[in-house]
């Protein structure tokens, strides 16, 4: 008689359990801030690792709904949310998942503050990050532009922490004609008597939005174009609109579905239709490509920690499932080829953590005005980087965490394989890969300039004393260096074939900048008798740090080749 069954991989407390999280926050913050906000911290580890992950598995076949239609015929165009995000919502207000970053005591470290408890929080919450992160783009933006009736009417509900008068916001963007083109964009913009919103100025807007990922939001910002504007990007405006009317009424939307996705199945994309949906500008007319530049620095950044986050997760699931699983006689903890493989993944995690939240430690100092002007361009640099490069690794990861259990990894009612679909949209989401090493180039300048990035390793390898980690942040300068060298020997004479290499000098730019990350923190930890970063970070060198080193074949070659 078989009566064998496999126990099922479990969490604990997510913050305690967390090394790379404690040892980082040890490290980056001072003592008084790290005192007063570890309590909330482990809180959130508990939350992470108890009732919402469980939570979450037992909601797991609950997919929003949209209901269309009143029982008397009326078009309603309600979306019914799982229980995973009901609770979210309650939670990201109470626990100041936005407000973190803007009302807190602690200068430019309430960043790290916000961002290490989204880290926690995303893994169990099916995404509800997605609304969160253009919650908080939508605040910084409106904030940025100084535009005073729109701060007074929308952020203080977009901060709250009270889950009455927290709002969430949408960023409306994408449209049938382009994804990554905006300047495509076809929606318009009427101009109407009166202003709306506590604005001088109203306008009603026209255009079907082909992917909004926060249709349940209670606002948005969005780019049409107003009638008699040019074409393309520079002729588009920035509005600001609300979902709803005062008296209730929906804001002339209409959802017309939800989108069937390969992932984030419990986020409600949708479908809509602006007809005639009230709305104000945010920054004057035109250029609104550049006025919504403030939001997608900021959802980029959660975009990357998004990714770091469920690496974490898939590496904690796959770890415990290691202990429980016995195979030839032995746990696969006992198993060297399995730990191997186990090590590699850790490894590429511990890099990709310390990239995000050097984005984050930045953004914090840009807002706080600590800053000088090479953090500023840093910054600029780090952002596109940053998103791209932890994307790319957390889909790459979380494919051999599913392999990690084997048969089990591929069937639904475990709850594993929804961790490989959610990852594959962070690539996609804020820009694709190809689009944000472009990014990077703009970033460059006409002067083919990344002495920011290029000083950035020198200086984090002056903070290596031990001679196997100076040897390794030497290999992460020498890398940087001969990237640098390549765009302003290339770029001049051969624009065509940087944009050909410009995903492998991205990915150079961004593993390099995660090798010398984490040297400093190794040596940092090893002076508390740590050596776990070091060996992170050895092996992380092991996987390669220069894709750009890797010459690909002639525009020819690869024209015949990519299109038969």
């Known amino acids: 008689m078989d009566d064998f069954f496999q126990e099922a991989p479990s ?38 690792g108890g009732e ?34 009901k609770r979210a919502a309650t939670l990201a207000a109470e626990k100041g998942l936005v407000a973190a970053g803007y009302d807190g005591p602690h200068g430019r470290f309430g960043r790290i503050h916000q961002f290490a408890l989204v880290y926690l929080f995303d ?3 099916d995404t509800y990050t997605c609304p969160l992160a253009m919650t908080d783009g939508a605040a910084r933006t ?20 009270d889950p009455a008068q927290a709002w969430t916001s949408g960023q409306w963007m994408t449209e049938r004609t382009g994804g990554s083109d905006v300047g495509l964009s076809q929606t318009v913009a009427r101009p109407l008597d009166g202003g709306a919103y506590g604005a001088d100025q109203a306008f009603s807007l026209y255009g079907t939005k082909w992917f909004t990922s926060a249709a349940t939001s209670q606002m948005a910002l969005t780019l049409a174009r107003p009638d008699g504007e040019p074409p393309g990007g520079r002729g588009l405006t920035l509005f600001y609109l609300e979902t709803a009317l005062e008296e209730g009424r929906a804001n002339h939307i209409r959802v017309n579905r939800l989108k069937d996705k390969l992932g984030t199945r419990k986020l409600p994309t949708a479908e809509l239709t602006l ?77 990709a953590f310390h990239l995000a939240f050097r984005a984050v430690e930045l953004l914090g100092k840009v807002e706080s005005g600590e800053a000088d002007e090479r953090d500023q361009r840093l910054l600029r640099m780090l952002t596109p980087v940053t998103k791209l490069t932890t994307a790319k690794q ?37 820009g694709t890969t190809n ?12 002067e083919l300039d990344l002495s920011p990035l290029t000083s950035e390793v020198e200086l984090l390898g002056a903070e290596v004393e031990d001679a196997d980690l100076a040897t390794m942040a030497q290999t992460a300068q020498s890398t940087m260096r001969r990237a ?45 008798g740590d050596d776990r970063p070091a060996h992170a970070a050895a092996r992380f060198l092991g996987h390669g740090i220069e894709p750009l080193a890797v010459e690909g074949p002639s525009r020819e070659a690869t024209a015949a080749l990519a299109m038969g």
């Open 275 to 351: 007809d005639g949906t009230i709305a104000t500008p945010v920054a004057g007319i035109g250029n609104g490509i550049r006025n919504i530049a403030p939001m997608l620095n900021i959802t980029r950044t959660w975009n990357a920690v998004a990714s770091i986050a469920a690496m974490r997760r898939g590496l904690a699931l796959a770890r415990d499932y290691a202990e429980r699983r016995v195979q030839f006689g032995a746990p696969l903890s006992q198993k060297p080829l399995h730990l191997d493989t186990l090590a590699g993944l850790a490894a590429e995690f511990e890099g």
């Open 52 to 85: 919402l992950f469980a939570l979450q598995l037992a909601d797991r076949l609950n997919e929003p709904r949209l209901v269309q239609w009143g029982p008397w015929g009326q078009r309603v165009d309600g979306i019914e949310l799982t229980q995973v995000w």
């Open 11 to 48: 969490l604990g407390n997510q913050y305690d359990g967390d090394r790379v999280l404690r040892g980082y926050l040890g490290r980056a913050l001072p003592v008084d801030v790290m005192a007063a906000v570890e309590p909330e911290l482990r809180e959130m580890g508990e939350l992470g």
């Open 142 to 161: 409106l904030l940025d532009h100084g535009n005073g009736p729109l701060v007074e009417r929308a952020v203080a509900h977009l901060t709250s922490r």
């Open 123 to 125: 893994p169990s919450t």
């Open 435 to 446: 689009v944000l090493s472009l990014d990077l180039l703009r970033a460059a300048g006409k």
């Open 484 to 528: 640098a060298a390549w765009l302003r020997e290339k770029a001049p004479d051969d624009q065509l074939g940087v944009e050909a290499s410009a995903r492998r000098f991205a990915l150079t730019v961004g593993r390099s900048l995660e090798l010398a990350l984490l040297c400093r923190q190794a040596q940092w930890s090893r002076r508390r």
């Open 394 to 430: 957390a889909v790459r990861m979380l494919s051999e965490v599913i392999e990690c259990f084997g048969g089990a990894g591929y069937v639904e009612d475990t709850g594993l394989p929804r961790l490989l679909r959610d990852a594959q949209v962070l690539p996609i989401w804020e």
